[in-house]
């Protein structure tokens, strides 16, 4: 008698045997990948009038779908169990009377072991929403409004889509945090409670734990440090519910980023403010008043995504919506009041010494702007192309453009900003960062400029795709707007017409002498002893700045003469004489380094002895070790030129540094990288050198 695997196909001479072969991880394997086969299916070729999006949530319907993948030509999808695809595999299936080609997938096995693909993030998957995925929209020959309609119905979430997708996440996140935080009370806030959301979007959560979150540590309180450790442990622990777990603790708004599997969404969850609640409250109310603001600020944001003018490290979101809000509460305009507005008539709700409520049924003015969308884009576009983003802050508290100054000499500033005066009079740390290129103030959390990371080229190519969609909007109206749309997603900025230059000022005030030569020696002042004389104070910060370009950033760096018969020379032949002489200096740079990159080493321990320039120099080099062992840090071209400009009252130097022809997108990275370091570290090192008696 013989016994029989119907997994393996094997024949056993007994039953101990047999039972031994079951049990064995060989057929284990080999009964996952038979399971694995039986719960997916592939669709070949996926049909063309059919979005791909639209084809997934077709599927969904069938059951919960574990994993897939979106191909140019196919979609594979595994299910939680069989009898999805059991389903599928019955009987033929029509979709938009367009029948579906499915079959059973087939996973291919290496030596017993079912070789599973990994678990897909979203940006591994072709994006539904991708322009190339949607431009048929934008080609038909019919109406702006018609085209409209038809793009937000592919790129926006649906009510029914965030109650099944997203909503569900909030209510089993309390569920399964509560053994850790018993009156825990989650709440979905950002694009997703605006419904300003794109399909397959994140999920921005705020959990409150229910008890005080204090700052230092103590055995009977929760601080942010215990708050992390315990959800990260009951996250990795929960490994079939939560994956691609990423812990932010030292953000300003500490996060920890994860995936919920069951659902495949992306989500942010904080513990810290609750402040981003009411900041989505008021949008959506916002969006309420009038049927044209959802369909403006979705095309604006959808348009920004597209040209990369937003997203992390550029423009937030949010701050893209305010700046359309306050274009909206300009008197010309008109269709959006201003937030004092609505808050003059209610009593004040406190958080964290900020007003978070207004009155939702305030009587407004009837809106008497009868602006098409596509003129409302004409004006944006119009409105922002020339706007003195360098001299003023952005205010939709008020609806008004106020002066740097103002916010200088905080007693110019209007009544309605009683509470940010207040809370710079408790804390100077807290005054709004006006030393940006781009200043939005909160219109709740009036200390906080919500585009204090945009750097100045992100500016430049915000306003520059601003002036194009201008001129775009104003050809386009002579044929009532039919092909605006497309040709507003297909003019491309070109990277010339984009100044891509940053300027770095490293003051000389506390490191050079004020007295002259002849009177140091009566001087008995230590301090102005230790100084550097103007002259020598020059050569130093330009060798630093040398060594900067040679030893930090890793380019290799030659004076361009100012001489057109002297050829280049080698910076190192260059002398005290030479930074003397010469009121600017120009270098030209070149590298292939992205030394930012990756460059956090915690894990590092420098001599105390060392300078800050050489502590960064040994960082380079191991981050530049570091990178080249992985084969996603490839070598980059970069080019810029240098110009050393000297200032002699008040004593300074100025750094002018320009892109050359540096690959696309990697100048801007270095800018956002450099452009702090080199005053910094120039500054440090000038101290270390003053505190050891150093000279070059």
Same mark, same amino acid.
């Given at each position: 008698?013989?016994?029989?695997?119907?997994?393996c196909?094997?024949?056993?001479?007994?039953?101990?045997?047999q039972?031994?072969?079951?049990?064995?991880k060989?057929?284990?394997k080999?009964?996952?990948y038979?399971?694995?086969?039986?719960r997916?299916?592939?669709?070949?070729?996926?049909?063309?009038?059919?979005c791909?999006?639209a084809?997934?949530?077709?599927?969904?319907?069938?059951?919960t779908?574990r994993w897939?993948r979106?191909?140019?030509?196919?979609?594979?999808?595994?299910?939680?169990?069989?009898?999805?695809?059991?389903?599928?595999?019955?009987?033929p299936?029509w979709l938009?009377n367009?029948?579906?080609?499915?079959?059973?997938?087939?996973?291919?096995?290496?030596?017993?072991?079912?070789?599973?693909a990994?678990?897909?993030?979203?940006?591994?998957?072709?994006c539904?929403?991708?322009?190339?995925n949607i431009?048929?929209?934008?080609?038909?020959?019919?109406t702006?409004?018609n085209?409209?309609?038809a793009?937000?119905?592919?790129?926006q979430l649906?009510?029914a889509?965030?109650e099944?997708?997203?909503?569900c996440?909030?209510?089993?996140?309390?569920e399964?945090?509560k053994p850790l935080?018993p009156?825990?009370?989650?709440?979905?806030?950002?694009?997703t409670q605006?419904?300003l959301?794109?399909?397959e979007c994140?999920l921005?959560?705020?959990?409150?734990i229910?008890?005080?979150?204090v700052?230092?540590?103590?055995p009977s309180?929760?601080?942010?440090?215990?708050?992390?450790?315990k959800?990260n442990n009951l996250?990795?622990?929960m490994h079939?519910v939560?994956?691609?777990?990423?812990l932010?603790?030292?953000?300003?708004?500490p996060?920890?980023?994860f995936c919920?599997?069951?659902t495949?969404?992306?989500?942010d969850?904080?513990?810290k403010?609750?402040?981003?609640?009411?900041?989505?409250?008021?949008?959506?109310?916002?969006?309420s008043?009038?049927d044209?603001v959802?369909?403006?600020?979705?095309?604006?944001k959808?348009w920004?995504r597209?040209?990369?003018?937003?997203?992390?490290?550029?423009m937030?979101?949010?701050a893209?919506?305010?700046?359309i809000i306050f274009?909206?509460?300009?008197?010309s305009?008109?269709?959006?009041?201003?937030?004092i507005?609505?808050q003059r008539t209610?009593q004040p709700?406190?958080?964290?010494?900020?007003?978070?409520?207004?009155?939702?049924?305030?009587t407004?003015?009837?809106?008497t702007?009868?602006?098409s969308i596509?003129?409302?884009?004409h004006?944006?576009?119009?409105f922002?192309?020339?706007?003195?983003?360098?001299?003023l802050?952005?205010?939709?508290l008020?609806?008004?453009a106020?002066?740097?100054s103002?916010?200088?000499d905080?007693?110019?500033?209007?009544q309605c900003?009683?509470?940010?005066?207040?809370?710079?009079?408790?804390?100077e740390?807290?005054?709004?960062n006006?030393?940006?290129?781009?200043?939005?103030?909160?219109?709740?959390?009036?200390c906080?400029?919500v585009?204090?990371i945009t750097?100045?080229?992100?500016?430049?190519?915000?306003?520059?795709y601003c002036?194009?969609g201008?001129e775009i909007?104003?050809?386009?109206?002579?044929?009532?707007y039919?092909?605006?749309?497309k040709t507003?997603f297909?003019?491309?900025?070109?990277?010339k017409?984009?100044?891509?230059?940053f300027?770095?000022?490293?003051?000389?005030?506390?490191?050079?002498?004020?007295?002259e030569?002849?009177?140091?020696?009566?001087?008995?002042?230590?301090?102005?002893k230790?100084k550097?004389?103007?002259?020598?104070?020059?050569?130093t910060?330009?060798n630093?700045?040398r060594?900067?370009?040679?030893?930090v950033?890793?380019?290799q760096v =030659?004076i361009? #003469? $100012?001489n057109?018969? @002297? %050829?280049? +020379?080698?910076l =190192?032949?260059l #002398? $005290?004489?030479?930074? @003397? %002489?010469h +009121?600017?200096i120009?270098?030209s740079c070149?590298g292939s380094?992205?030394?930012w990159?990756?460059r956090k080493?915690?894990?590092m321990?420098?001599?105390p002895c060392?300078?800050c320039?050489?502590k960064?120099?040994l960082?380079?080099d191991?981050?530049?070790?570091?990178?080249?062992?992985?084969?996603?840090s490839?070598?980059?071209?970069l080019?810029?030129?240098?110009?050393?400009?000297k200032?002699?009252?008040?004593?300074k130097?100025?750094?002018?540094?320009?892109?050359e022809?540096?690959?696309?997108?990697?100048f801007q990275?270095?800018?956002s990288f450099?452009r702090?370091?080199?005053?910094q570290?120039?500054?440090?090192?000038?101290?270390?050198?003053?505190?050891?008696n150093?000279?070059?």
């Amino acid at each position: 008698m013989s016994y029989y695997c119907d997994v393996c196909s094997l024949n056993f001479a007994c039953k101990a045997t047999q039972k031994s072969h079951v049990s064995g991880k060989k057929h284990n394997k080999r009964l996952e990948y038979i399971q694995l086969m039986e719960r997916s299916v592939v669709v070949s070729p996926l049909p063309k009038s059919i979005c791909q999006f639209a084809l997934f949530d077709f599927f969904q319907q069938y059951g919960t779908i574990r994993w897939h993948r979106i191909g140019p030509k196919f979609l594979i999808m595994e299910f939680n169990d069989r009898k999805s695809t059991d389903a599928l595999l019955k009987e033929p299936v029509w979709l938009n009377n367009v029948k579906l080609n499915i079959r059973r997938r087939r996973v291919l096995e290496n030596v017993g072991k079912p070789k599973r693909a990994k678990q897909n993030s979203p940006t591994e998957n072709a994006c539904p929403i991708s322009y190339n995925n949607i431009k048929h929209i934008f080609e038909e020959n019919t109406t702006f409004d018609n085209q409209l309609v038809a793009f937000l119905n592919a790129v926006q979430l649906t009510d029914a889509e965030i109650e099944s997708r997203y909503e569900c996440i909030v209510t089993q996140l309390d569920e399964i945090f509560k053994p850790l935080f018993p009156k825990c009370k989650s709440y979905k806030f950002g694009s997703t409670q605006t419904g300003l959301g794109f399909k397959e979007c994140d999920l921005d959560i705020y959990m409150d734990i229910g008890e005080p979150i204090v700052e230092t540590r103590s055995p009977s309180a929760w601080t942010m440090f215990l708050i992390f450790k315990k959800v990260n442990n009951l996250m990795h622990r929960m490994h079939h519910v939560f994956s691609h777990i990423i812990l932010i603790p030292k953000a300003k708004m500490p996060i920890i980023k994860f995936c919920y599997l069951q659902t495949n969404v992306f989500c942010d969850i904080s513990f810290k403010n609750s402040l981003g609640i009411h900041k989505s409250y008021l949008l959506k109310y916002y969006i309420s008043l009038d049927d044209r603001v959802r369909s403006l600020m979705m095309l604006i944001k959808y348009w920004a995504r597209h040209f990369k003018l937003s997203g992390t490290g550029k423009m937030s979101s949010f701050a893209l919506m305010l700046l359309i809000i306050f274009y909206l509460q300009q008197p010309s305009v008109n269709i959006i009041p201003p937030l004092i507005e609505l808050q003059r008539t209610c009593q004040p709700l406190i958080i964290n010494g900020w007003q978070v409520n207004f009155n939702e049924n305030v009587t407004l003015p009837t809106i008497t702007n009868t602006n098409s969308i596509s003129q409302l884009l004409h004006g944006f576009f119009s409105f922002y192309a020339t706007f003195e983003f360098k001299s003023l802050v952005i205010c939709p508290l008020d609806g008004m453009a106020h002066n740097k100054s103002e916010f200088k000499d905080t007693d110019s500033l209007p009544q309605c900003m009683d509470r940010y005066k207040v809370c710079i009079q408790m804390d100077e740390n807290l005054k709004l960062n006006l030393n940006r290129p781009m200043c939005v103030q909160d219109p709740i959390e009036l200390c906080y400029n919500v585009t204090a990371i945009t750097q100045l080229t992100r500016l430049n190519s915000f306003v520059q795709y601003c002036a194009i969609g201008a001129e775009i909007c104003a050809t386009s109206s002579q044929n009532d707007y039919r092909d605006l749309l497309k040709t507003l997603f297909t003019t491309v900025v070109k990277n010339k017409t984009i100044k891509d230059t940053f300027i770095v000022i490293i003051p000389g005030q506390d490191f050079v002498r004020v007295s002259e030569l002849n009177e140091m020696e009566t001087c008995t002042d230590v301090t102005e002893k230790g100084k550097f004389t103007k002259s020598d104070w020059y050569f130093t910060v330009f060798n630093i700045v040398r060594d900067i370009l040679e030893k930090v950033f890793k380019v290799q760096v =030659e004076i361009v #003469s $100012d001489n057109v018969a @002297e %050829k280049q +020379q080698k910076l =190192e032949m260059l #002398s $005290d004489v030479h930074t @003397e %002489k010469h +009121q600017l200096i120009v270098l030209s740079c070149t590298g292939s380094h992205r030394v930012w990159y990756k460059r956090k080493l915690s894990n590092m321990v420098f001599d105390p002895c060392l300078s800050c320039l050489e502590k960064e120099a040994l960082m380079s080099d191991k981050t530049i070790e570091n990178n080249d062992k992985e084969s996603s840090s490839q070598k980059v071209n970069l080019e810029f030129m240098c110009e050393f400009q000297k200032t002699i009252h008040p004593p300074k130097v100025t750094l002018v540094i320009s892109n050359e022809n540096s690959d696309r997108g990697v100048f801007q990275d270095f800018a956002s990288f450099a452009r702090s370091k080199l005053c910094q570290i120039t500054q440090r090192t000038l101290t270390h050198m003053q505190q050891f008696n150093k000279r070059y």
